[in-house]
């Protein structure tokens, strides 16, 4: 059982290239989400989506892009890359358990710098 | 706002002794959820254990337990028996007021890097 598999592990950019970041789950969860991890900070929540065919935004949606492209796969799109979104990029997905609460089930990230 | 405080950076523990990780919260809401994540060098968080506002109870998950103090706003992640695998880093996390389901909206906190010393 993957869980949750985000690819690429490790990527370098030149500032203004663009890139997508990979993800898939086989947990048939509904709900998916993209976090970012920087040094001396929590993760933030970047995009998520709800269930196929709807996404939102979360507190750090600029520069970012993203695509339900079905039940398993959300993909996070950078189109112009910045410096700034140099960073660890995690996606989710979430299950409810004993319907109280969703449990996130993570990726192993997504080690991204800008130079 | 929802803001989520660890204070500790690091921490180092010998081997099987009991480790409390602290966490404070703040938030006006009277209905919130409060989780602690599991980071280990592998770099995928791993849930670890849930505490709603109203549950009455410490919530406890094997040897996790939440330390749930309400009128402090405080959260503290205690591990009992610890163990080196247990070296990782821990993430406290808030979730806003209504539990909307598939919208698990969390703020994180900075997290605690803990050392298991053999």
């Known amino acids: 059982n993957a869980g949750v598999t985000q690819t690429p592990k490790f990527q370098v950019l030149k500032t203004g290239q663009s890139m997508t970041l990979q993800c898939a789950q086989d947990m048939n969860h509904n709900s998916m989400y993209w976090y970012r991890q920087d040094p001396g900070m929590g993760l933030r929540l970047i995009y998520y989506?709800?269930?196929?065919?709807?996404?939102d935004k979360g507190e750090v949606p600029n520069g970012y892009n993203v695509s339900r492209l079905n039940k398993r796969e959300f993909s996070l799109r950078l189109e112009s890359a910045a410096p700034s979104q140099t960073s660890v990029y995690f996606c989710?997905?979430?299950?409810?358990?004993?319907?109280?609460?969703?449990?996130?089930?993570f990726g192993s990230g997504t080690q991204l710098s800008v130079l | 706002a929802q803001k989520i405080t660890q204070t500790q950076p690091g921490m180092f523990v010998q081997e099987k002794e009991a480790v409390t990780l602290d966490c404070t919260y703040d938030?006006?809401?009277?209905?919130?959820?409060l989780f602690w994540y599991k980071q280990p060098s592998s770099g995928e968080m791993i849930f670890l254990i849930y505490q709603g506002s109203y549950d009455e109870q410490n919530a406890t998950e094997g040897r996790y337990s939440l330390n749930f103090q309400k009128a402090r706003k405080s959260a503290n992640l205690v591990i009992s028996a610890s163990q080196l695998g247990d070296s990782a880093m821990y993430f406290c996390a808030m979730r806003e007021a209504t539990p909307n389901f598939g919208n698990e909206k969390l703020t994180f906190g900075t997290g605690t890097r803990l050392t298991i010393i053999p």
């Open positions: 938030t006006s809401d009277q209905s919130y959820g």
């Open positions: 989710a997905s979430s299950a409810r358990d004993r319907g109280i609460y969703e449990k996130l089930f």
């Open positions: 989506s709800a269930s196929e065919g709807t996404t």
